[in-house]
């Protein structure tokens, strides 16, 4: 034992106000007998894991460690490694082709059939596995296995499936080999080092195969697979981004093929605004490929382009001079204000890195990013189009509100909460096929006279104004073109990722203005969208999957017969020994002062930073000490500076609220300043502006071993979708949430280098006490562990949050556009009293069945619900209605002149939602003074 601090001025420094025993430690030997190991605490039912696996035992305090057979000691700092799960190789599982890029373009259905047959051989683990329960005679594990083999059978015959559509139809086969010449050169010119799909990856796009076919098939060839929502389910990091990019390219493809030529395909959608930023330069480059190659093989239509289409950090409209709220004035805009616009630095044409920038565009209203290589395709083969529908000279980038609703990016990437706006914008209606004309200077417009607005200077002096922009399809110089209708309206695919965030409130607003949208596409003659949804921790999914879509959930990957392995993920191993992706740590600093965790935080980060420097030192100058104490030679200690440089020079600390952050920082100041170290940090939260963010990712990925910047501080804001394979040592300041918060957040390091994970738990906290006496069970079951999603689309007062919304959503983007009745509708609400008081329109009954249908449950999932609960849902949901259609049509004169979501609001008690995060109402706050403007600015820092 040792006594670390003998007087109480020397441990207050460390947060220790009183003399204490720290690092005790405890050995003992087994000198009679034999040990076995104790039942883990926390082991689920389930076949995978057996009543033998267990630990040496379970300390008070501390951790017990099993040195050798009758050799035992504690620890008090518990660690636990987490093996590295990767994907087989096609040679792994027997495949005689690999899954390469290239030999699928070139011999798609040979690479495929070796594929589907080794799916098949896997079969003989199953086999295995039942025949090894049978003869234990447990009948119950028996039952389970048989049970998630039917689903992997259930795989098999899906991607069989399709493999046998690729073989009967030249289309679309030739839609996938574009698709993955597409994702070769995408995959180039970013520099990544693989060539080719991960087996998962290839097998969920073989299983939608049927859904991209499906979009443009007869009614009688159809299965109607859109019904069904896919979950891609495989661990942080593994790649799933890359799958549906492979998708949302086949379908675009195919789609142009059939003779689609305009409209949107897929509306890939984030919970976190960071999510979307971080995987929009991924995209870019798929579907710049995609346009290449379009334009090769003489495909007609639109080009393939993106939009950026985000509840907030993006200007709604650009075109009038009257600002208001989100809106800019484009001709105003600086330089540097419009460089905050740029999404991607990197031309996805050419992958010229840092080539792009922004400029204007006046004459047509556009923000555009550009490329500077003059020789990029973009500047050299993009054409103008037939009528003012093509790229050229640009990118193909839309980041305004406006912009995408006139131009229909190929593309959406957004957030959960973009959805909203479905509620207060008519023009959302373009997405479903209800704009059916084109000027060439504006674009999409839903008459033959463009009404959108163009920029032209003022008759004196140097200023610009706005006005109508004039054109139509008869009389004016430069004349709209009326097109076809658009096949398959609305979006094709709805990409969800992360979908274990859409929980709670935000699930449950969110939930009602899914069946909301796909009513509205139905509506509008489209088939309901293919929901593809994306997670690595989540459970209960088919619950999950029915409160917000509406339709059934299926898993793929399907579990595997074998703890943590499966045929499309296996545990690497070196020998008999498996590696490591992350070793976790637990830390119960002794402080009984408010605040130790976070004191303890910046202590390990600045500790562990003092070592990288130590190293860094004394392998620059071969120090013999420094050599053994890492075990290499001289000769490899070039090579490991250069890795101790690049991959551990950084490192993470992750607060699970903001108000740690400031502590933290306070300490590190105070660390530094104690060890006369010229370190700095930088701050991530959700107050963090989204171009600082990518800025300090950027400033990780690229810096110099001697930067002095050596701690990112972040909130939640990082925990998904933030991929740096420099942050190798993390720092979680306290125990997340959730265990699934848990997950994600640990995650961020040892993307590709194994990581360190260590959690500073607190011991006056009972339940981070208990994750440190049980640290080894925790992690062993982590993925068991994890909670299942709070959501329920029937909970109280969920109704009359949303039900306004979806009152104006019908009115706006489905009724206006009804032949008759619906053109006499506008944005107030005495337009609809006078055609809700037409006896000779049937206008009220067909509204009536329309927002009903919105909210209600269909015929084929009602016995998914407790019956008693879809009663009093749907008397509620047809009460609420008739209540609203009464009131406005028997509309007073006070209400007469009020916009229509006012006048819902007078009767609904709440106006249409502008963001699911709205829970109460909003109350503003201005100041009334400079002194207490400055309280303000404060509190908002």
């Not at 819902?904 to 201005?926: A, G």
Request: glycine fraction near 8%; proline fraction near 4%.
């Amino acid at each position: 034992m040792t006594q670390n601090n003998t007087d109480s001025m020397t441990g207050r420094a460390y947060g220790l106000l009183r003399p204490s025993l720290l690092d005790v430690g405890f050995e003992a030997n087994l000198l009679i007998g034999r040990q076995f190991d104790v039942p883990h605490r926390l082991q689920p039912e389930d076949y995978r894991y057996q009543l033998e696996d267990g630990v040496a035992g379970y300390g008070v305090t501390c951790a017990i460690e099993k040195v050798s057979e009758q050799r035992f000691r504690t620890n008090s700092m518990p660690v636990f490694a987490q093996a590295r799960v990767d994907a087989p190789s096609p040679k792994d599982v027997g495949m005689p082709l690999p899954a390469s890029f290239q030999l699928l373009k070139d011999q798609p259905l040979e690479v495929l059939n070796g594929f589907l047959s080794a799916l098949k051989n896997y079969r003989s683990v199953w086999d295995s596995v039942e025949a090894d329960l049978g003869q234990a005679g447990k009948t119950a594990e028996l039952d389970a296995v048989r049970k998630d083999r039917q689903d992997y059978d259930r795989e098999i015959d899906l991607i069989e499936d399709g493999i046998d559509l690729l073989r009967e139809h030249d289309g679309l086969r030739r839609c996938f080999s574009l698709m993955n010449e597409a994702m070769k050169r995408a995959i180039e010119l970013q520099g990544k080092a693989f060539d080719g799909w991960h087996l998962f990856q290839l097998g969920f796009v073989l299983m939608q195969v049927r859904s991209v076919y499906e979009r443009h098939a007869l009614v009688h060839e159809r299965k109607c697979v859109a019904k069904t929502a896919d979950v891609l389910w495989f661990s942080t990091g593994g790649g799933k981004t890359e799958a549906y990019l492979g998708i949302i390219a086949f379908g675009m493809l195919y789609a142009r093929l059939r003779g689609r030529l305009y409209g949107t395909t897929a509306w890939m959608r984030f919970p976190l605004r960071m999510l979307s930023a971080q995987q929009f330069q991924r995209l870019s480059y798929v579907v710049a490929q995609a346009e290449v190659l379009r334009c090769r093989e003489g495909f007609q239509g639109h080009p393939f382009t993106v939009g950026y289409y985000t509840g907030s950090g993006t200007p709604s409209r650009i075109s009038r001079s009257d600002v208001k709220g989100a809106d800019i004035w484009l001709p105003e805009i600086d330089e540097d204000s419009l460089d905050r616009y740029r999404f991607i630095t990197d031309c996805p044409y050419c992958g010229q890195r840092g080539s792009v920038h922004m400029a204007r565009d006046i004459d047509k209203v556009r923000m555009l990013h550009r490329c500077s290589s003059v020789d990029c395709w973009s500047n050299t083969k993009a054409k103008e189009g037939a009528y003012g529908e093509g790229i050229a000279g640009e990118i193909g980038i839309f980041v305004s509100d406006e912009e995408c609703y006139r131009y229909l990016p190929t593309v959406l990437v957004g957030t959960v909460d973009k959805l909203a706006v479905i509620a207060h914008n008519e023009k959302f209606a373009g997405y479903l096929g209800a704009f059916r004309h084109f000027c060439p200077e504006h674009g999409f417009t839903a008459d033959a006279k463009c009404k959108h607005q163009r920029i032209r200077k003022v008759l004196q002096g140097n200023g610009y104004e706005s006005a109508d922009c004039g054109n139509n399809s008869r009389t004016s110089k430069i004349r709209t073109m009326q097109l076809a209708p658009m096949l398959d309206p609305g979006f094709s695919f709805l990409i969800q990722d992360e979908l274990h965030l859409l929980r709670e409130s935000l699930g449950n607003f969110d939930a009602h203005y899914e069946t909301l949208l796909q009513t509205l596409q139905v509506g509008h003659g489209g088939q309901a969208s293919k929901v593809l949804a994306a997670t690595a921790t989540i459970k209960d999914f088919q619950n999950h999957i029915l409160h917000l879509y509406m339709r059934p959930g299926r898993r793929f990957p399907s579990p595997g017969a074998l703890r943590g392995e499966s045929f499309y993920a296996r545990i690497s191993r070196d020998g008999d020994e498996p590696l490591v992706r992350r070793w976790f740590a637990g830390v119960l600093p002794l402080s009984f002062s408010r605040g130790g965790t976070e004191k303890a935080a910046a202590e390990v980060a600045t500790r562990y930073l003092d070592q990288i420097d130590e190293w860094l030192e004394g392998l620059a100058a071969q120090d013999p000490q420094i050599l053994a104490q890492i075990g290499i030679s001289p000769e490899r200690a070039g090579v490991v500076l250069d890795y101790v440089g690049k991959f551990l020079n950084t490192d993470l600390i992750y607060a699970n609220q903001k108000r740690q952050t400031t502590a933290i920082m306070e300490h590190l100041d105070n660390v530094n300043a104690r060890d006369n170290k010229a370190r700095s940090y930088r701050l991530l939260d959700g107050q963090t502006p989204l171009d600082n963010i990518l800025d300090a990712i950027h400033q990780v990925e690229n810096k110099a071993p001697n930067d002095p910047m050596r701690h990112l501080v972040a909130t939640s804001v990082v925990s998904h979708g933030v991929d740096i394979a420099e942050l190798n040592f993390m720092v979680l300041d306290g125990w997340p949430r959730s265990t699934a918060e848990y997950i994600q957040s640990s995650a961020r390091s040892g993307r590709v280098q194994p990581g360190i994970v260590m959690s500073i738990l607190s011991s006056g906290k009972l339940f981070e006490s208990g994750v440190f006496l049980n640290f080894d069970d925790y992690h062993f079951f982590l993925d068991k562990l994890v909670d299942s999603v709070p959501i329920n689309r029937f909970a109280p007062n969920v109704m009359q949050r949303t039900l306004p919304g979806v009152f104006t959503a019908v009115i706006l983007n489905w009724a206006k556009f009804q032949p008759g009745w619906g053109v006499m509708l506008n944005r107030y609400a005495s337009q609809l009293h006078k055609v809700l008081n037409d006896a000779t329109s049937d206008a009220r009954q067909r509204l009536r069945e329309m927002l009903v249908r919105t909210l209600d449950v269909p015929a084929d999932v009602v016995h998914e619900f407790d019956i008693r609960v879809l009663a009093s849902f749907k008397m509620q949901l047809e009460d609420e209605v008739d209540r609203g259609l009464h009131r406005l049509q028997n509309l007073n004169a006070a209400s007469a002149d009020k916009d229509l979501g006012t006048a819902l609001e007078s009767i609904y008690q709440f106006p249409p939602m502008r963001s699911f995060r709205d829970i109460e109402n909003q109350v503003e706050v201005v100041s009334a003074g400079l002194k207490e403007k400055r309280t303000l600015s404060a509190l908002g820092r």
